[in-house]
């Protein structure tokens, strides 16, 4: 009985070191950069930005969801930045029924921006976008609004 004890003790002692490493190892990366405050450019393309609203999600881990919002599908044709990296580029609205999906991590624990580049206003100006954003637990809507002479911008705040 000592003999096993005192395998099980230096079987451990070999392998605490690998299981503290390895622990650390996980634990890497999974902590993101925080952001205390609003990050929404005052300009984008050299048209101002519009702060339309924040919404709150618990996990960097989200799935957008982004559709033409007017009463009638008319052409309009966007660009969607989050935090200077584009996530749909030179992009044809459709309707409710045709959304478009897209997996992001966001950058920063705290304040991230999502913001709205209207290549056209459609044949029904302003060019305004239904999104949702699924943070893994619940689902949020909103939408955002731009034209030819401003952007639209959203503040994601991942808690």
């Known amino acids: 009985m000592k ?12 392998l605490a070191p690998m299981i503290f490493i390895a622990i650390l190892m996980l634990g890497c990366g999974k ?14 393309r050299g048209r101002l930005v519009e702060d339309q ?17 007017g009463r009638v ?3 309009d044709i ?6 200077d990296q584009v996530l749909l ?29 209207a290549h056209n206003v459609g044949s029904i100006p302003p060019n305004t976008v239904g999104l949702s954003i699924h ?6 809507s909103f939408e955002l609004e731009a034209n030819l002479s401003t952007n639209g911008a959203y503040n994601i705040v991942v808690e």
């Open 73 to 75: 599908v008319d052409g």
């Open 135 to 140: 943070d893994g637990m619940t689902e949020q």
């Open 3 to 14: 003999r096993k004890f005192a395998v099980s003790i230096i079987l451990f002692s070999n």
């Open 53 to 69: 609203g924040t919404i709150t999600v618990q996990s960097r881990e989200v799935t957008f969801r982004v559709w033409d919002h």
């Open 31 to 44: 902590d993101s950069p925080v952001n205390n405050e609003s990050n929404i450019p005052s300009e984008y």
């Open 89 to 117: 580029d030179t992009f044809e609205l459709k309707g409710p029924d045709a959304k478009q999906q897209v997996a992001v991590t966001l950058e920063f624990t705290g304040y991230n921006y999502l913001l709205l580049f």
């Open 78 to 83: 966007i660009t969607l930045i989050v935090n």
